[in-house]
């Protein structure tokens, strides 16, 4: 999960551990298009204070291409992710597909997509929030959502619930918890 993290893990983002984050097997929200502040690079740093930029290409169908570059002296890491943006409510969402990690496709990437929760605050920061794997996989068990975990302790998360379902529980205090801190927090390049 670490690398996603590092890459956008937006996504964004997404992996040098061999757990992959929780996935749904439905897009997050009726897919929109996305805000026209959105486009353009941001920068930011992850939870480990690594920065990064990203940059937003949005097209006319809607879908996002997001690359995302390390910065830093030791800068290696370039990625990008297929996005497309959604709103529950008050709340936006990214749903994030990583396609290539320094230019060579992504293979191995379990199926749906990488539900992302994106948070501007009045300072025009925007935080991005990937779901907690424990806190998925005990609402699996507690029969709070549908889904399910493979085996074994590093087993990945997939919500499994219909789209209808996955909105109404994500739209809820308790399915807003699974989003517990951000993973970046952005800042736009102006």
């Given at each position: 999960?670490?690398?996603?993290?590092?890459?956008?893990?937006?996504?964004?983002?997404?992996?040098?551990?061999?757990?992959?984050?929780?996935?749904?097997?439905?897009?997050?929200?009726?897919?929109?298009?996305?805000?026209?502040?959105?486009?353009?690079?941001?920068?930011?740093?992850?939870?480990?204070?690594?920065?990064?930029?990203?940059?937003?290409?949005?097209?006319?169908?809607?879908?996002?291409?997001?690359?995302?570059?390390?910065?830093?002296p030791k800068a290696e890491d370039w990625n990008v992710a297929a996005v497309t943006a959604s709103r529950l409510g008050a709340n936006?969402?990214?749903?994030?597909?990583?396609?290539?990690?320094?230019?060579?496709?992504?293979?191995?990437?379990?199926?749906?997509?990488?539900?992302?929760?994106?948070?501007?605050?009045?300072?025009?920061?925007?935080?991005?929030?990937?779901?907690?794997?424990?806190?998925?996989?005990?609402?699996?068990?507690?029969?709070?959502?549908?889904?399910?975990?493979?085996?074994?302790?590093?087993?990945?998360?997939?919500?499994?619930?219909?789209?209808?379902?996955?909105?109404?529980?994500?739209?809820?205090?308790?399915?807003?918890?699974?989003?517990?801190?951000?993973?970046?927090?952005?800042?736009?390049?102006?």
């Amino acid at each position: 999960m670490t690398k996603f993290r590092a890459m956008s893990a937006l996504a964004a983002t997404l992996f040098l551990a061999a757990c992959y984050p929780p996935t749904t097997s439905h897009p997050v929200g009726a897919v929109g298009k996305p805000d026209p502040g959105l486009t353009g690079t941001w920068r930011g740093t992850n939870e480990d204070g690594k920065p990064s930029y990203f940059h937003f290409l949005t097209a006319s169908d809607g879908t996002i291409t997001v690359v995302i570059a390390e910065s830093g002296p030791k800068a290696e890491d370039w990625n990008v992710a297929a996005v497309t943006a959604s709103r529950l409510g008050a709340n936006r969402f990214f749903n994030a597909r990583l396609v290539s990690s320094n230019g060579k496709p992504e293979n191995g990437a379990p199926a749906g997509t990488v539900p992302i929760l994106a948070k501007t605050d009045a300072k025009g920061q925007m935080s991005l929030f990937m779901m907690d794997e424990a806190a998925v996989k005990a609402a699996i068990a507690g029969g709070k959502i549908k889904g399910t975990v493979e085996k074994g302790a590093m087993g990945d998360a997939a919500i499994t619930a219909d789209a209808a379902t996955l909105d109404k529980f994500l739209s809820t205090p308790a399915g807003l918890a699974l989003f517990v801190k951000p993973f970046f927090v952005l800042k736009k390049v102006e």
